[in-house]
């Protein structure tokens, strides 16, 4: 399925740094984030702990989509959401900048 343009633009994707990262208490596979975004400071869940550990992804800039409908997983609200790329045989790596850029800055 294509999108237009138009409906690209509408997607708020950001890069972020994030600050703190924690496995949920009672989740096999969920990770809470909390992201800055330069202007403001938001909490992600993802299901990366299998492919990382948490205190592993403290300080890494990463790519997010900020205007994605919040969901809550295992009570905690996902406020936004980190991207990733996913092989064939299921292997997962954060999408990242490659070089340093600030937070908040815009994709495009």
């Not at 409908?69 to 092989?87: H, K, P």
């Not at 490659?98 to 994709?107: F, K, L, N, Q, Y």
């Amino acid at each position: 399925m294509e999108i237009s343009f138009e409906e690209f633009k509408k997607l708020d994707l950001r890069v972020g740094k994030i600050l703190e990262a924690k496995q949920i208490p009672g989740s096999r596979n969920l990770i809470r984030m909390i992201v800055d975004f330069g202007t403001e400071k938001r909490q992600a869940v993802a299901g990366l702990l299998r492919w990382y550990k948490p205190e592993e992804l403290i300080g890494r800039k990463c790519a997010f989509i900020l205007n994605l409908q919040r969901r809550r997983f295992m009570g905690v609200e996902s406020q936004c959401m980190i991207l990733a790329a996913e092989d064939g045989e299921g292997n997962v790596v954060l999408l990242q900048p490659e070089r340093d850029v600030a937070e908040g800055s815009r994709i495009h």
